[in-house]
């Protein structure tokens, strides 16, 4: 099994290519490869390894993609050469997620605060001051930490299952919310089980109504990184933690009243974990705000890639100079 995953875990995958990028690399597929090349990269963010996925020209407008759990940069694996003929992509995985390092809890703060912490340091190290940002799961707490932090710096929001509304969170946060109110050993392991094989398969297979279009390499290869050692500690402070997001949903709400991003809503409609009237909830305090629902779930870039790769561009190609 451990073969296996080191396998996977170094497997190449396949890419979404627009018709015009196809067109334009039969005419100069020099051009073509520097555009699109993803470049796999580490910085070193206060004495911590970030690694990141990159492609793009840095003369591009930039688009920061900011994953959700159980995963990492590797969600993206297709969409970014999708984008980076067009736009300069940067996708980076937390601290305890993926290929970035994993400190120990006494020599890094595993928290929402200190991840968008870690972001705006890297994208600071990289001299990248404007930016629309992704998000997804827990990307839109780290997020839109970062963006009402940086008010000026954002051009455009995507929300994708990414939830700022209490209209989003219905019956799976139960026990989650339980052990917000104690913090103690049996509600926290009673949280286990949402780092386990069987859950995380859950989270990429529930909602969709075509499974072939799911790979295993996607939830085999979260798997992989959740079974590392001391990991599913790190996993359930994240989740307890996560309690500290729900009050700042009126500050974001704010942001998105004051400042009005453009901002492009995508959601797998059928999710359980944040539900539909999530996404519906964003119209609320920015009328210009565009939504679209999508017949999938949780993670709806593994059956809607190439659909949504196709929303981000028209979204930003007209809303975005």
């Not at 994208?123 to 009402?148: C, N, S």
């Not at 909602?207 to 500690?233: C, H, Y």
């Not at 210009?288 to 779930?297: A, K, P, R």
């Amino acid at each position: 099994m451990h073969s296996l995953k080191l396998i996977l875990l170094g497997a190449a995958c396949a890419t979404m290519l627009p018709v015009t990028s196809a067109a334009a690399a039969a005419e100069n597929p020099a051009v073509f490869d520097a555009e699109t090349k993803v470049r796999y990269q580490v910085a070193k963010v206060d004495g911590v390894d970030i690694f990141y996925r990159e492609a793009g020209s840095s003369d591009l407008p930039t688009i920061l993609l900011i994953h959700g759990f159980p995963s990492s940069s590797h969600m993206y694996r297709n969409l970014i050469p999708a984008l980076a003929d067009k736009y300069h992509v940067i996708a980076p995985d937390y601290p305890g997620f993926g290929h970035s390092a994993v400190p120990a809890a006494a020599e890094y703060r595993y928290t929402f605060d200190n991840y968008a912490a870690t972001i705006g340091k890297l994208l600071e190290q990289k001299k990248v001051d404007r930016y629309a940002i992704y998000v997804m799961d827990y990307g839109a707490p780290v997020g839109f930490r970062v963006a009402t932090a940086n008010p000026e710096k954002v051009t455009a929001l995507i929300a994708q299952n990414g939830n700022a509304y209490e209209e989003g969170l219905e019956k799976f946060w139960d026990p989650i919310r339980a052990y917000w109110k104690t913090g103690g050993s049996t509600e926290r392991e009673a949280m286990r089980w949402a780092t386990s094989l069987k859950a995380t398969h859950w989270q990429y297979t529930h909602g969709v109504k075509d499974l072939s279009l799911i790979s295993p390499d996607a939830w085999t290869m979260d798997q992989a990184f959740l079974d590392r050692p001391g990991n599913q500690e790190i996993q359930l402070d994240l989740f307890y933690d996560y309690r500290t997001n729900l009050p700042l949903y009126p500050k974001w709400q704010e942001y998105f009243r004051n400042r009005k991003p453009p901002t492009l809503v995508l959601w797998g409609k059928n999710d359980e974990i944040f539900v539909a009237a999530g996404a519906e909830a964003y119209r609320r305090d920015n009328q210009d705000v565009e939504v679209h629902l999508l017949d999938t779930g949780h993670f709806a870039l593994e059956t809607h890639g190439p659909e949504i790769a196709g929303y981000i561009r028209d979204f930003l190609g007209r809303r975005v100079r």
